[in-house]
């Protein structure tokens, strides 16, 4: 039986998809001192901490991935690199403008749709964005009042993709909690 079970589970990850969807972590304040571009806000020193936390706790709980994307803003793709990091370095990271601020999900669908072979997938970006954006991929509109705290992450499962039909919603964790996990 539980060999039964394993293959099972082996079919259904090569013909799944694992959607991660993570804000980024604590930024500089907009309007600091030096930095009056928002584009240009980096991780705090507490932002980068806590990611590391964070990302202890995803991996702690069996979290893997075959690609990172990344909004191109500096907040966004620092905690890639943290990610990145923190999983050893060995997955893969690309920037993609539809994870930015307004971003297109279309666009950003179409980018994922391009690597097949990756189907554990982790994209970083900005609220409001990234709840409207999981919203719709689990079919629950633009008024469904997700909202993902600095940090925090939510894991959508696809049977294919791009998606022909809703994802499901495995669950949707705040960074307290992902901390917590490490």
Request: with cysteine; glycine share 10%.
């Amino acid at each position: 039986m539980a060999q039964r079970d394993n293959a099972e589970s082996e079919q259904t990850r090569t013909t799944g998809y694992d959607l991660y969807i993570m804000r980024h972590g604590i930024a500089v304040d907009r309007g600091s001192p030096g930095f009056s571009e928002d584009a240009k806000r980096p991780l705090t020193p507490e932002g980068k901490k806590k990611m590391r936390e964070i990302t202890a706790g995803l991996v702690r709980a069996g979290f893997d991935l075959d690609w990172i994307v990344t909004s191109p803003l500096v907040r966004a793709a620092e905690t890639a690199e943290i990610v990145g990091e923190e999983m050893g370095g060995r997955v893969p990271r690309d920037s993609c403008d539809a994870l930015g601020p307004g971003g297109s999900p279309e666009a950003l669908l179409t980018f994922l749709a391009k690597q097949p072979s990756r189907r554990r997938v982790m994209v970083i970006g900005h609220e409001p964005d990234l709840s409207e954006l999981a919203a719709r991929l689990v079919g629950a509109g633009r008024h469904a009042h997700l909202a993902l705290k600095k940090g925090g992450c939510c894991l959508i499962t696809f049977v294919e993709f791009p998606p022909k039909s809703p994802g499901q919603l495995v669950w949707w964790l705040t960074p307290r909690l992902l901390r917590k996990l490490a």
